[in-house]
């Protein structure tokens, strides 16, 4: 049946006994009116294809002439509704590829910043492990010369101040005597015998 053709046409050319009676014959059956036009036209196109007499031969030519082209239409439109099918199976395949290529990129984007978030703080961990290697190294450096310094001080005497007694004693011969300050009062005894020394 054609759009064209609807259950009223159908029933137009039909006969009102012969439509009726069908139509209870279907009821009985537990047919759809629509489902059992079918069969009963698929009937009729058997009959009249084996040559049977049928009582109105122009409804029967007409009758078959839509139930063809309706089982052509039909088939049209189950291969289409098939072929769809496999098109939209098929589309379906390839949007999950595309979705699973693009899950894919967003899974390889995430390692690459994770990569890149670890390098980066692998390389500010060096930098500051080497930023404290050098100031533990300047600490060290400064505090082996603050001790050579104090070690160098200690080692030398002060500025200006010179071994005065050592000195005297390697100048003088040990067998000089000290001189006597004109001070203190010469003994009497020692007046005489340097007198007597010199009148000699």
Not at 54 to 79: G, I, K, S
Not at 103 to 112: A, D, G, I, N, T
Not at 131 to 144: D, F, I, N
Not at 175 to 198: D, L, R
Request: charged share 45%; proline share 4%.
């Amino acid at each position: 049946m054609t759009k064209k053709h609807g259950r009223a046409e159908i029933r137009f050319k039909l006969e009102h006994d012969l439509y009726d009676a069908a139509e209870e014959a279907f009821h009985e059956a537990g047919l759809s009116i629509e489902t059992g036009l079918t069969l009963f036209l698929a009937q009729v196109a058997k009959q009249h294809i084996e040559s049977k007499v049928v009582d109105e031969p122009h409804d029967v030519f007409a009758t078959v002439d839509e139930l063809m082209e309706y089982l052509e239409e039909r088939e049209e439109r189950r291969a289409a509704e098939k072929a769809a099918a496999r098109q939209a199976k098929k589309n379906e395949k390839v949007l999950a590829e595309l979705e699973r290529e693009e899950k894919e990129k967003e899974k390889e984007k995430e390692r690459l910043k994770a990569a890149k978030k670890a390098e980066k703080a692998d390389r500010e961990a060096a930098e500051k492990a080497a930023k404290k290697a050098r100031q533990e190294a300047k600490k060290a450096e400064k505090a082996a010369k603050d001790t050579k310094d104090t070690k160098d001080a200690a080692a030398q005497p002060e500025a200006g101040a010179e071994p005065q007694a050592d000195v005297r004693s390697e100048s003088k011969p040990k067998s000089e005597k000290k001189p006597v300050k004109a001070s203190e009062p010469v003994p009497t005894e020692v007046a005489i015998a340097v007198s007597n020394t010199a009148n000699s």
